[in-house]
């Protein structure tokens, strides 16, 4: 029976997610995701109106009352038309960018809406004010992170019931041309909504990855380019694919180039301006600069800007039209395909720039340049606006249309091939054997002084680790090591004390004279930089011993017979020394440990209270809708003619003020009212339900004698119960005292869910049953039953009946707590005995024994002593039982 148990058991936590992992494709326009967990098919998870993709976008707004109400992905976008000042979107340009930098600021020419401030502690990063609130940008994404995440989590709790469903490992999508402060950014936000990033995946080789893993690859090394044009920027991936001898797959980024601000949104952009052209045109008495001061008008144009370019895409022109666009003036206008390619005229040449620079830039030596495109198996397009008909143009006039991938799906291979890659990056489960070596776009370069090094120069493969000497370290106390990505100062290491540092290798009688200092300098998979080791080593060859770990000084000095025992004569001895150093970064500061934490909390606090409202707006909605049922019950032909007539009438008042109350008054409401209106109004219908229900029941003497004896029987039965119960526990008492043993300490030692009454509210019961009883009995005797109103009688007969199930109710649980207490008891005694007479039985034995060995010894003396079998004590301290049990309390009542 047991171990099956523990099989069902086993079983049911196999069933489990043990592990799951988001994939979240993150555009500046629209945010994609994925999960992968056992038992969930691999797929994308569905917004709540059951979209493939959200916007990225959110809106904070503060109402009336100060609440804070949040507004995630499309459900966000109509309130950016109405409150443009609580509008949050195209955030991906901002993240981890100066507040100085050029993105924002063209940022803010397009985007009047919220309010745009440097964010806390001189980060020198963005942030938004809405309302009386500040929000920084990654808090912000993280707000949307977390949506996404709940998302997928009530996902999981659905397709696997009973799994453990917190996702906590993510995987986010990255342009190639991210710096360190945004990569850190982004991963900041996922850490605020408790995400742990296990890469950041770089679009082309998510879109990459994808490709390759629905396919076979048997044979030659196939080059691939990926040509991914969304709304916020561009990117051109060569990529090989080859399968390794094992039957894998193996890729390899040959070459990467980009345009940082070619896509969706600069062609928006271009579709607003026009318009505005055409809008000031007609209305020469307006400026551009009052225009652009007006965010409700600039986000009213702005969202006919997105429409006509996407319809623009099928059709050679379209209308625009917008009511009351600028000043109460209703706008309409067409504009033309022609008109808008004519605009973008300066920008074509940009659409096939990256193909032409990656293919003569390739990021492997190895790689012929300029690579020729007839080596090409395919070009891959992805990305919303590569349907863009300018574009696809362009690419045809480069490529011819034979090249251009068909069977790819533009929108989603990103977001599923990143976590595929995510997948084989954390190792929560088994996959496609499948090999990725990117390559780095940016030269990663440490300065000390005037003296430069370029640790991981372009192409070198990423996850990878490198010690390099440092040069020009002069004799100053201070040392500063520049971190330089792209020719970018990004952060410094500060030794302030080196002097210090370095006491061993040059304090007195063993002075080394030619120190080394290395710095061991990691890039990791999500191209992140860091300076992991700074270690000073002595360089006088001949006296250099190397040890045998790189141990620092401190142990070193505990352990000084190693170093007594290696140590030859003449020789000095060194141990390599790691030297401290501060982190600074530079410009743009990453969010700190501790505001990381207090916006994790923030946002906690936020979905806490959204909860709250979200469960008082169900319950409105399920009062609501009892109040409906109601009302119409109570027009109900049965309840109208054999109805309780004045209880109808006061449920139907009832019902009428209520739904006033939830039209009118309910906005403070909290979710004990309205759980108590729904109570009564139940209790109400309950009422009406049951007198009906006794409609053919005469409520005559004869009925109130029989329900005055049931109730009645009722109660004795309990009190019975009850002086059973101490006669019980006192026999019990009784049989503890003659063993020495202190009952009252003993019964209060088992802990046992006490009955649903305490001794007093029972008397109290006891007490108003007896009176009524009395009063029925009154009627019953004087025979003065028919005299009064049916429906008083009615209530009379239920209290009596409810009192009568509540006793029974009663019996039950005073009869289960007193049985387990009784068990308990007399097990505990009946152990207590079985030991004392085990111990005297040894002891029995002993003196036996010892007898036995004394007759032995001195045959002939008297040994008469009797052992004493029947002991009397035991090792338990005995006290006497200071007060009686507490279970006879209520027995003198009766
Ligand atoms: C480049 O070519 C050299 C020599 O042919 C070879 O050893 C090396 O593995 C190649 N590197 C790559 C990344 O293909
Ligand atoms: C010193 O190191 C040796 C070998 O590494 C070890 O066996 C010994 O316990 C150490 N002694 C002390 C005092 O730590
Ligand atoms: C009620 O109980 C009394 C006494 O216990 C008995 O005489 C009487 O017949 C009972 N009446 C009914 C209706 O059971
Ligand atoms: C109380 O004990 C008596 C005698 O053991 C028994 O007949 C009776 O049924 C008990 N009453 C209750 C309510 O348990
Ligand atoms: C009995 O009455 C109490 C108090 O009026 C009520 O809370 C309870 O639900 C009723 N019980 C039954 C079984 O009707």
Known sequence: MRTQKIVTVLCLLLNTVLGALLGIDYGQEFTKAVLVAPGVPFEVILTPDSKRKDNSMMAIKENSKGEIERYYGSSASSVCIRNPETCLNHLKSLIGVSIDDVSTIDYKKYHSGAEMVPSKNNRNTVAFKLGSSVYPVEEILAMSLDDIKSRAEDHLKHAVPGSYSVISDAVITVPTFFTQSQRLALKDAAEISGLKVVGLVDDGISVAVNYASSRQFNGDKQYHMIYDMGAGSLQATLVSISSSDDGGIVIDVEAIAYDKSLGGQLF??????????????????????????????????????????????????????????????????????????????????????????????????????????????SVILTGGSTRVPMVKKHLESLLGSELIAKNVNADESAVFGSTLRGVTLSQMFKAKQMTVNERSVYDYCLKVGSSEINVFPVGTPLATKKVVELENVDSENQLTIGLYENGQLFASHEVTDLKKSIKSLTQEGKECSNINYEATVELSESRLLSLTRLQAKCADEAEYLPPVDTESEDTKSENSTTSETIEKPNKKLFYPVTIPTQLKSVHVKPMGSSTKVSSSLKIKELNKKDAVKRSIEELKNQLESKLYRVRSYLEDEEVVEKGPASQVEALSTLVAENLEWLDYDSDDASAKDIREKLNSVSDSVAFIKSYIDLNDVTFDNNLFTTIYNTTLNSMQNVQELMLNMSEDALSLMQQYEKEGLDFAKESQKIKIKSPPLSDKELDNLFNTVTEKLEHVRMLTEKDTISDLPREELFKLYQELQNYSSRFEAIMASLEDVHSQRINRLTDKLRKHIERVSNEALKAALKEAKRQQEEEKSHEQNEGEEQSSASTSHTNEDIEEPSESPKVQTSHDEL
């Open 268 to 377: 928006t952009q271009s579709v607003y301006d026009i318009l505005l052209q055409k809008f000031l045109s007609e209305h020469p008495s307006f400026s551009e600069s009052d225009f652009n001061k007006n965010s409700k008008s600039m986000s009213k144009l702005w969202q006919a800007a997105e429409k006509a370019k996407t319809i623009l895409s099928a059709n050679t022109d379209t209308r625009v039209s917008v009511e009351s666009l600028y000043n109460d003036i209703d706008f309409r206008a067409t504009i033309a395909r022609d008109e808008f390619e004519d605009y973008n005229a300066e920008h074509v040449h940009r659409i096939t720039a990256p193909i032409i620079e990656a293919l003569s830039h390739p990021l492997n030596g190895n790689l012929t340049s300029p690579f020729p495109l007839t080596s090409l198996s």
